[in-house]
């Protein structure tokens, strides 16, 4: 997992560098800026927030984290706990999906009458 962690920090500071450029560089034409990302990226203690604050610590944050409300009964307490990683959390509602197990099966089932 190394390698994916040192890659997952790079593109946090690689996206952090572009939001202080995009607000720092634009002459006082660009006034914020909003980041859709996921909720890892999104962390205030190891996403793209630290690296701003180093980049530019003038500038004000707000971390808002998604999460799926379906699978945190019982865990909502511990998520709002995590005071640190986030300001706040949305609960969303859970879209409709396939298991993946399911696709992933079908995918070798058809793979393998290919052959």
Not at 38 to 63: T, Y
Not at 65 to 75: A, Y
């Amino acid at each position: 997992l190394g390698s994916l962690y040192d890659a997952w920090r790079a593109r946090n500071r690689a996206m952090a560098l572009t939001v202080v450029k995009t607000v720092k560089g634009s002459g006082g034409v660009v006034d914020g800026a909003i980041v859709i990302t996921g909720r890892g990226h999104a962390d205030r203690e190891r996403g793209i927030p630290p690296h701003v604050s180093k980049l530019a610590p003038d500038l004000n944050q707000f971390s808002l984290g998604f999460i799926e409300g379906r699978g945190i009964e019982g865990h909502a307490t511990g998520l709002l706990e995590n005071q640190g990683a986030h300001d706040a959390l949305w609960i969303t509602g859970s879209p409709q999906r396939k298991d993946p197990c399911v696709e992933f099966r079908e995918s070798l089932e058809k793979m393998r009458s290919k052959h």
